[in-house]
């Protein structure tokens, strides 16, 4: 079953076609990724789908819905939610904090219900704070809870902006680079994290540059260059792919 | 052992408050620093309206001197002119001002940064020169005049009243700030891409906080009305802002106490310098801003709290409690690595 659909998207930057009639799927309840050489328009391809960006022609369907073009916030509550490629979270505030952030969508009290201390307020506190232990213990944060978040390990916040971006319960998570800045030895906790994404029922697209993870991980690859799509297919069928090897691999790893 | 030690020091604080014009009223002299501490009231009710909007969602309205006088000029004319009971255009008046708040907020928060600052800035220029030039409403020049009720001709009843709705508001931020809502606007100041991208509608938040600021900030007008008992186009001065903003920037932005400690202190030293040095004070007062900008970015409040804490790390021995909402500053890592 499809769970998000791109037909014919493009995006355009002045002269410069940063994706060109793109087409693909990506199927509920996997992981797919997306490779390809830099500038292939991996990251401009999550910021139209995210809304981040407005795309010149194309659809992008979301169980069925058509979203595109939509604002970011819209997009999220929908069920997309993404992380990005430089990390971001909001550094200042405690972990937890972020994590309360991340789950704001899907509570409705305003100021005046905290004013006046509503019965619906203290509902969605309690929650709140339920599904923050929760997703807590799904990333394996709860020893850096109370910790600004600017200040836990590099793995570690690459952990805390997938938990901000899946506590809201999304059905698709963009991750853009989970791996990204750091080191080999460190990047098992952060596989794990997505393969136990997967197995938890959300979909999740990734964008790495790691091959090795990437050809154990994915059930489906989208490999891009210069904004086209070469290669589309499961990671045997991409690896082996004559274009994807010219266009990036140099050579078969898996 | 922190909470019950903030706590006792609210309790301490409070209790001063309540004390402090009893001793000042036996005198003719204390009588009026009755007064002036009223007055610093007033302007620690406006910093903590303009912390909501700049200290916890990071856009810098320079207006707030425009809607302080936008509330006082409604007050008096509801209350004098219209004939309306006090206490009944209190509420009005900050629903009056927060609708204008609304309505401003609705084209200048799609701004950003500076941007918004300066359309805040030009907006409160547009309302000075609008309160000197329409005398119809404002009174003009001659401005306008209240006439307060008996039972509040007394300057220690005014300091009660306004001490009373002093703690209303901190109350009422305090509750915006702990609850689902609070973390929210926290979030656009911290990163508002981000926000967006987790679903926060980044401008209704905005619009929200703008409008709740200036809600506050029109009870602030109405008790600076009421103590003036006089009001001159000034009151909507650009002035006011700039004011209003020192006293958050020096007191700590994003904390509770800071805007109080911040008007009340300043305003105070303020007026008690007024005679003796004159317009050469705004030089002092540079300075002090200057210091305080680049020693203590989070202000007093904030390098009182950075100081206790980096001593409880040293002395203490025990890791520290992060305080729930309590801005962290970028150098938090650094405090780790110096206890050798």
Redesign the interface.
Known sequence: MTLLRIEGLTKRFGGLVAINKLDFDIPAGTITAIIGPNGAGKTTLFNVI???MRPDEGRVTLDDKDITGW???NV??EGI??T?QTT???????TW?NL???Y??R?R???L???F?TPR?VR??KD?SQRVLETLAFTGLGDYA???A??IPQEAQKRLAIG??LI?RPKLVLLDEPTGGVGLGETDEIISLIEKIRDSGVTACVIEHKMRMIMHLADHIVALNFGVKIADGNPQAVCENPGVIEAYLGECIA | MKKYAKIGLYLLVLAAAIALPLLLNMSRKGKNHISILTLGMVWAIAALSLNLILGYTGQASLAHGAFMGIGAYCFAILFERVGINFWLAVPITCLVTALIGFLVGLPSLRTKGPYFAIFTLCFNVIVLVVFFNWTWLSGGVQGQAITLPSYLSQRWVRYYVVLFFLILVMLIERQIVKSLAGPSLIAVRSNENLAEAVGIRTFREKLIAFTASCFLVGLAGVFFAMEQQHLSPEATSYLASFYILIYLLIGGVATLGGPVVGAVGLYWLLSRFEKSLGDFRYLIFGLILIFVIIYFPMGVVGGIKKLWEWAKERWGGKEVPSDTLAYRGPDEEVRGVSSD
């Open positions: 995210g809304g981040a604002r970011a916030h999220a509550r939610s993404r990005f971001a979270l909001f550094e200042e505030l405690p904090v309360v952030i991340g704001r969508m509570t009290s305003g100021i219900d905290g004013v201390h307020s969605e506190r709140t109370d910790k600004p600017g200040s901000v971006a809201g």
